[in-house]
């Protein structure tokens, strides 16, 4: 009875197997799975051992169907005997044949195979000093690229420090352009307030002279005419203070840094003013003159013409002025 299993995945078959333990036994060994695995020069350990287990569980039905089968044959006549014998071992003569050329074909594969990895090894062996020659290399680079890194390190706290440097002068500067131009406001207001106060200053002359002229129109009719270019040279003074006012407003709203030049414009302006005051101050002292002189002289004809001219003296003289 044969038990015959399909081959498997990695083409050791167990009549193989069995085989190969049948001739291992032959030979007076015991059949391990190292000895089949030679005797058959093929197979894994994995693949042999359970294949080898079935042989030995199978080895005893063996026995006694070879044992009953001599029984059998024992009434058999020994031609036939001999016969049998020299069939069976022919049968094994060739089975060992079929082995042992499996074994030296899985020596020679063997063989290819031990070149093969010997030619692996050599290039294992090339890899391997290759990747040392490039473990040196890039031993070599990494400390080329520490100390560039170093380098770069102390060449980047030098531009910190600049930076540091840079922007606390920045900083100083800010703050001292913050002071100059707190500095430069104040100032500003200060002109502002001056203006403001002249321009006040000239609205309370021009007022007062309003308020003057008014008086004077009324108590001076007779004097009106002596009196008129006398007023027209007050209006001109003002006029030109007004232009004089108007002209430094101008270059102080295009041109803040000439400050100084119209602060100076506008003091000439205030002394004009103030010169205008003085003279419209003389005119009206000059006209209660004049009416208390016309009280005492107020019945002729000569003291008027003698006020008219004197009026008219006075006039041209502060006009010139």
Known sequence: MSYITPK???????????????????????PTIERVRQQLG????NTVGPMLESWFAHLGERLTQEKQAEQRTAGLPAAVLDAMRTLWQTAQQQAQDAAEAALAEAHAQLGAARAA???????????????????????????????????????????????QQRDATIAQLHADADA????????????????????????????????????????????????????KQQQDALASAQQRYEALQARMAEQEAEWLQERQTHLQT????????????????????????????????????????????????????
């Not at 990895?117 to 294992?124: G, I, S």
């Not at 890899?127 to 380098?151: F, P, V, Y």
């Not at 000239?202 to 002229?213: D, T």
């Open 270 to 321: 205030v002394q004009a003013l103030a010169a205008a005051q003085e003279r419209a101050q003389a005119l009206k002292e000059q006209l209660l003159r004049q009416q208390r002189a016309g009280e005492v002289v107020s019945g002729g004809r000569s003291g008027t013409s003698l006020q008219r001219r004197a009026l008219s003296q006075r006039s041209q003289r502060l006009g010139r002025r």
């Open 180 to 231: 100059v131009q707190a500095q430069r406001e104040a100032e500003r207001q200060e002109h502002n307030v001056q203006l403001q106060a002249a321009a006040q200053e000239r609205q309370r002359l021009v007022e007062q002279f309003s308020g003057n002229e008014k008086r004077w129109l009324t108590e001076l009719d007779r004097s009106r005419q002596e009196l008129e270019k006398a007023r």
């Open 42 to 45: 093929r197979g894994s350990p």
């Open 8 to 30: 498997t995945t990695r083409g050791v078959q167990e009549q193989d197997v069995w085989a190969a333990a049948d001739a291992v036994l032959a030979q007076g060994q015991r």
């Open 117 to 163: 990895l010997e030619q692996e090894q050599a290039q294992l062996q090339r890899q391997a000093e290759a990747l040392t020659q490039q473990k040196a290399a890039m031993e070599e680079a990494w400390r080329l690229a520490q100390a560039q890194q170093a380098d770069l390190m102390q060449r980047l706290e030098g531009l910190e420090q600049q930076l």
